[in-house]
C-alpha cells in the first residue's frame, strides 16, 4: 500500500488565484481530514468526512471547500488564495473502529 | 470544547538520560488521548494511544506514556534517549463523546533535541 499520498509536496501561488490540493488513500479508509500546521499552533482542523458523498467543517474551514465523491480521494479547493493561507497541510485517514490517524507526507504552500 | 497544552516548546536531553515531553488536555467528557510524532519534513507518525484500561501505555520506538485523570495529564516517556529521537512531538485528545468525525485537537508541539 502507498499509504496516504498528497500531491504537489510544494506550491507557490498569487493572492487570488485558486487551486486544489490532492490528497488520496489506498487503504479503504472511511474517514479523511485536512489539516493545517504553522508554528506553534500545533495542527488544525479544516474539513473532513466520515464517507464518500459527506463532509463536515473542522475549526477553521474559511477559505476552503472540499468534496468526496469517492472513498479513495479527498481533494481541497483554495477558491482564492490569500498569505494567510500559506502554511504546510496535512491529509490524513483513519478506518472506522480504530483511533489513530495515517497522515500524508504535507504540501508546503506559499501565498505571496 | 477540548484543548491540549504542551508548555514546552524544546525539550534539551543528553543521550542516554530519560526523556520527557509533557502534555495536559481538557475535554468535558472522558478523553482519547494520542502522541505523534513529526520528524523534519515528514508528516505525522503515530506512537502510542491512551483509550482505555491501563494508565501506562506503551508504544513505538520504545516510548510510553501515562494517563492521569485526576491531574488531566498524559506525558510522553522514553527511559533512555537517542539521538535519533530529536524530532517534533504532539500530544491530541478527542472528546469520547463526538462518536463522530476526527475531531481530534492537537497542543502546539514540544521540539526534543538529544545530544549526543
Known amino acids: 500500500n502507498a499509504g496516504v499520498t498528497q500531491t504537489p509536496k510544494f506550491q507557490v501561488l498569487k493572492t487570488g488565484q485558486s487551486m486544489t490540493l490532492q490528497c488520496a488513500q489506498d487503504m479503504n479508509h472511511e474517514y479523511m481530514s485536512w489539516y493545517r500546521q504553522d508554528p506553534g499552533m500545533g495542527l488544525r482542523l479544516i474539513h473532513y468526512s466520515v464517507g464518500a458523498g459527506i463532509t463536515d467543517q473542522g475549526e477553521v474551514p474559511n477559505g476552503y471547500n472540499v468534496s468526496r465523491s469517492t472513498t479513495e480521494d479527498f481533494p481541497l479547493r483554495l477558491l482564492s488564495a490569500a498569505p494567510s493561507q500559506t502554511s504546510v497541510y496535512f491529509c490524513?485517514?483513519?478506518?472506522?473502529?480504530?483511533?489513530?490517524?495515517?497522515f500524508g507526507p504535507g504540501t508546503r504552500l506559499t501565498v505571496t | 470544547a477540548q484543548s491540549v497544552a504542551q508548555p514546552e516548546d524544546q525539550v534539551n536531553v543528553a543521550e542516554g538520560n530519560p526523556l520527557t515531553v509533557k502534555c495536559t488536555y481538557s475535554?468535558?467528557?472522558?478523553?482519547?488521548l494520542f502522541w505523534y510524532v513529526q520528524y523534519p519534513n515528514r508528516g505525522l507518525q503515530f506512537l502510542l494511544k491512551?483509550?482505555?484500561?491501563?494508565?501506562l501505555v506503551k508504544g513505538s520506538y520504545g516510548f510510553e506514556a501515562e494517563f492521569n485523570k485526576s491531574q488531566t495529564s498524559f506525558h510522553l516517556k522514553k527511559p533512555s534517549a537517542l539521538v535519533s529521537d530529536s524530532a517534533l512531538y504532539f500530544c491530541a485528545v478527542r472528546d469520547i463523546k463526538r462518536a463522530a468525525g476526527n475531531k481530534l485537537t492537537f497542543g502546539g508541539g514540544t521540539r526534543v533535541l538529544v545530544k549526543p
Open positions: 490524513a485517514s483513519r478506518p472506522t473502529g480504530l483511533y489513530e490517524q495515517y
Open positions: 475535554v468535558s467528557g472522558n478523553p482519547y
Open positions: 491512551y483509550i482505555t484500561g491501563d494508565n
